[in-house]
């Protein structure tokens, strides 16, 4: 009878591993197809290749994107404002067509960052971070003041209020659980883990693109504002922030951000009690206050 049982549980288990293999490939081919409708372009810098979406016309937003990002995640956060703005929606080092410079710091990033700007002949612009892209934004802000307009700070990593005593040597995802089957399988995990729906993963594929940029921001991206604490001068900041964080989110801090707000000399809070990471459901509010907070620079 136990060999009837083991041996129907891993019939059952072989016959849904295939399912879901068939269900991945097709998701991922899909997937291409989705990213080919964004009309992508790629720009040849010093150290290597940038891919970037350029759309629009107006006050110029540059858009950096999370983890498991690339440019359709940049262009995706801010599609609401596609139409009454310029985006320009690169991938990050490691992301979707991007190489990586050095040692793929904040630093060098935003480094590869102004150089696109020069390149696309483009002098200030407001920078609109999400998730990891937090680090690299607040970067960019610090060390280019006389290129930034505005911060908007999207659910994102934010600094800390004093020096950690310790912190993560490894902020994110292993290096084995990167590739499409296995974040295939475990998306229906997304929702008790992360907040989010299982669907998310069809965003995040083909995640075998994305997987150098993942591992960067785990080793690198995510660690710096501790790390590095000292260099992150906060309360020196020059431009004005906008911040937007939801208290339900589960992947970045709520009561951290509320914190670190405080460290902002010209900053704009605005909470809201639901919509997790993505902040799910306000989309209109969230438009309505970048519209002003562009406005009244």
């Known amino acids: 009878m136990w060999i009837y049982i083991v041996g129907s549980v891993l019939l059952f288990l072989a016959v849904y591993l295939i399912v879901q293999g068939i269900r991945c490939n097709i998701s991922v ?3 291409k197809e989705r990213l080919a409708v964004y009309g992508a372009e790629i720009v040849h810098l ?4 940038m891919s970037y979406v350029d759309t629009g016309e107006g006050e110029t937003i540059l858009s950096v994107h999370g983890i498991f990002g690339g440019y359709d995640q940049a262009y995706d956060t801010c ?29 060098e990033q935003v480094t590869a960052y102004v150089e696109l700007l020069d390149k696309l002949g483009i002098d200030k612009v407001y920078l609109l971070a999400t998730s990891a892209g937090g680090s690299i934004a607040i970067r960019f802000a ?3 003041p ?15 209020t004093e020096k950690p005593e310790k912190y993560f040597e490894y ?24 907040g989010m729906e299982p669907s998310t993963i069809y965003s995040m594929l083909p995640v075998g693109d994305r997987k150098d940029g993942v591992v960067l921001d785990a080793s690198v991206t995510n660690l710096d504002m501790a790390k590095n604490y000292n260099d992150y001068h906060i309360e020196k900041l020059q431009v004005p922030t906008l911040v937007f964080h939801a208290k339900d989110d589960k992947l970045a801090s709520y009561t951290d951000t509320e914190k670190a707000v405080k460290r902002f000399p010209n900053c704009t809070f605005i ?7 993505l902040i799910v459901g ?11 907070f562009i406005g009244e620079q």
């Open 29 to 31: 081919k899909e997937s």
């Open 271 to 277: 909470p809201f009690e639901s919509g997790g990471h």
């Open 142 to 144: 610090l060390n280019y």
């Open 46 to 49: 010093s150290y290597g290749n």
């Open 146 to 160: 006389e290129r930034t307009k505005g911060l908007i700070l999207y659910c994102s990593a934010m600094p800390f």
């Open 171 to 194: 902020a994110g995802p292993p290096a084995f659980l990167c590739n499409d089957f296995t974040m295939f399988l475990i998306s229906p995990l997304f929702e008790p883990i992360m």
């Open 79 to 107: 599609i609401d404002f596609s139409s009454d703005y310029r985006i320009i929606a690169p991938s990050r080092f490691g992301y979707l067509g991007s190489d990586i410079l050095g040692n793929g710091t904040p630093t």
């Open 282 to 292: 306000h989309g209109e509010e969230i438009k309505e206050a970048v519209s002003k």
